[in-house]
């Protein structure tokens, strides 16, 4: 029994001893197998327990288990220590510079939408005008009233709005540009509008509630509609060739008179029907007429002197177009596999 003892308390404090020698998690593993393991110098001594007599078996029991939980619990304490020291080391030697460069991982492209707008607007640059922009949310005076759709006005219905309240709603078109900008500048007035639209519209391969669409708008004296066609001929060749015509068919649209709806010779077939203008030859792409001489009073420009034209161009439309896109949605979705054809 008190060889027992004196083993035992040899066995700690040697092993205390060489605990606090440690400096890694290795040295705790190699230290673990050389005092708990299978053949460890702990084991060996509770083995020595089996030459005990009956009678002292209980307390030698009783000793052997605090001096090991003892140990364990000086072993658990180091370990732990061990790995703290370790993973502090490991994140500070794994510090990383983020202000080094890296390597290239390719750049982005502009979006297609992006693409066309910029077309378009470029060639009406090169013939003189200037570009303006505005809000999205929107003034039901700027969007209907002042374009002469009051409220009521059944035309209202074919552009199904979303309202904020009862005064103010998401633009339904960019014609209220056309207002914005006749209130704050005097004619001559040469300007395209760019922009996005919202209607309640559900979504499916021609139709999105929200799209885009450039809005023109000239004033000046003995501006006539001449000058409209000569203009949206100009624009047509520019963008899908010289070759391309325009068609002007009548329309009604409350803000100009005479109001036409513009169709272009398809860009797939050049005119001799296909599955693109559904036979037709003729693809719909803007409409366009003088503006109404009390739109011209409504924002204090005096119809007797001046006169304009005005055009709202659908963009979804023309690029789909321009880049051969068959689903509207892809437009919106930003697939990257979709948007990397057209670096
Ligand atoms: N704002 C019209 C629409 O969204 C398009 C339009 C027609 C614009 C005639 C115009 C115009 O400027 O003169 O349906």
Redesign the pocket.
Known sequence: MSDLRESLNKTREEFESKIKEITSSADIESLRVEYFGKKGKLTGVLRGMGSLKPEERPEAGKMVNEVRAKMEEVFAQTQSKMKAMESAHKLKREVIDVTLPTSFSGAGSRHPLNMAIDEICDIFLGLGYSIGEGPEVEYDKYNFELLRLPKGHPARD??DTFYINENILLR????PM?IRIMENQKPPIKVVCPGK?YRQDTLDATHSPVFH?I???VVDKGVTMGDLVGSLQLFAKKLFGEKTEIRLRP?H?P??EP??EVDLTCWKCGGCGCNVCKGEGWIEV????M?HPEVLENCGIDSNEYSG????I?VERTAMGRYGIDDIRLLYENDVRFLKQFK
Request: glycine share 18%; no cysteine; aromatic share 14%.
């Open positions: 074919t552009q339904t078109q960019t014609s056309q639209v669409q809005e023109g708008l329309h649209f803000f100009t109001s036409v803007l409409g366009a007429g503006v034209f005005a055009f709202g659908g």
